[in-house]
């Protein structure tokens, strides 16, 4: 892959174990409103993976709101937590085989809700394609960063095994 060309779709159809560790230090691209595209490194993910994970919100099953993560690698799923911060996730993997990464940070900014807020993102950017959509796709930067990875954050619910999993990436 080229430096800053457009991450392919063939990028999202792998685990969201090895996808996760590899968006980090890749350019998230973001027109949102009038706004000039701007480009932003991210610097943390954490990933979700299927039904059998307790701390993945298809864990309670197939819903409206998770009908996205069933699709092919490289939708958004965009929820709302709390009732006020936005969440992007990247759905990855296989059709039917569940699973997403959460953007939890990108250079200078941290938490995924402060992201969304200074992003401009919002719930209209659910179910859009990071391979075909003029507002929002990924560039690969060219810079592979070490990185360490502890377990998820805000996920006590899912109990000890799940909540423990080394699933967080981060720069």
Same mark, same amino acid.
């Given at each position: +892959?080229?430096?800053?060309? /457009?991450?392919?779709?063939?990028?999202? %159809? /792998?685990?969201?174990?090895e996808i996760a560790p590899a968006l980090l230090g890749m350019k998230l691209v973001v027109r949102s409103g009038s706004r000039q595209p701007g480009s932003y490194m991210i610097t943390e993910t954490e990933a979700y993976r299927g039904e059998e994970d307790l701390a993945c919100h298809v864990s309670k099953g197939r819903t409206g709101r998770?009908?996205? +993560?069933?699709?092919? %690698?490289?939708l958004l799923y965009i929820y709302l937590c709390y009732g006020i911060h936005w969440m992007l996730n990247?759905?990855? %993997? /296989?059709?039917?085989?569940?699973?997403a990464v959460l953007v939890r940070g990108v250079e200078g900014i941290t938490g995924p809700g402060r992201l969304t807020k200074a992003l401009g993102i919002d719930k209209s950017f659910y179910g859009e394609s990071l391979v075909t959509s003029p507002r929002i796709w990924l560039e690969n930067s060219g810079f592979k960063p070490s990185y360490k990875s502890t377990a998820r954050i805000g996920v006590d619910y899912a109990g000890p095994v799940w909540k423990s999993k080394p699933w967080r990436f981060l720069i």
């Open positions: +892959m080229k430096l800053t060309e /457009r991450v392919n779709k063939e990028f999202f %159809g /792998r685990d969201v174990l998770t009908e996205v +993560m069933y699709g092919e %690698g490289g990247i759905v990855t %993997g /296989r059709p039917e085989e569940p699973q």
